[in-house]
């Protein structure tokens, strides 16, 4: 099972930019799809983005399409979101997910197994 580390979290003015990147331990990085969620406070966590674990299937969220790209580096054993044209309503923690799965099943937060700590994004308007 892998182990996700979430970095890149900070505060930044709205209609910024930031990429978060998620570094996973173990050789089986490349078997998963990776998806990434965020939570606000006083809210549910929620999806955002995910991509399938050879990264020709990508997923988002209505909220962030257009402005977030979710990518991957298998041999890095690592998923990015990169955010731009960031809105205040975007500041939440950005949490990245693992999952055996595959397709639309990856916009749901209950086929994902194992969670990073989050990182906290914070856009200022």
């Known amino acids: 099972q892998v182990q996700l580390v979430e970095d890149g979290g900070r505060l930044v003015q709205a209609g910024g930019s930031l990429r978060l990147s998620c570094a996973a331990s173990?050789?089986?990085?490349?078997?998963?799809?990776m998806g990434w969620f965020r939570q606000a406070p006083g809210k549910e966590r929620e999806f955002v983005a995910a991509i399938s674990w050879g990264g020709s299937g990508t997923y988002y969220a209505d909220s962030v399409k257009g402005r977030f790209t979710i990518s991957r580096d298998n041999a890095k054993n690592t998923v990015y979101l990169q955010m731009n044209s960031l809105k205040p309503e975007d500041t939440a923690v950005y949490y990245c997910?693992?999952?055996?799965?595959?397709?639309?099943?990856?916009?749901?937060?209950?086929?994902?197994?194992?969670w990073g700590q989050g990182t906290q994004v914070t856009v200022s308007s």
């Open positions: 173990g050789r089986t990085f490349s078997s998963y799809s």
């Open positions: 997910a693992a999952s055996y799965r595959s397709g639309g099943y990856l916009m749901s937060k209950s086929v994902y197994a194992t």
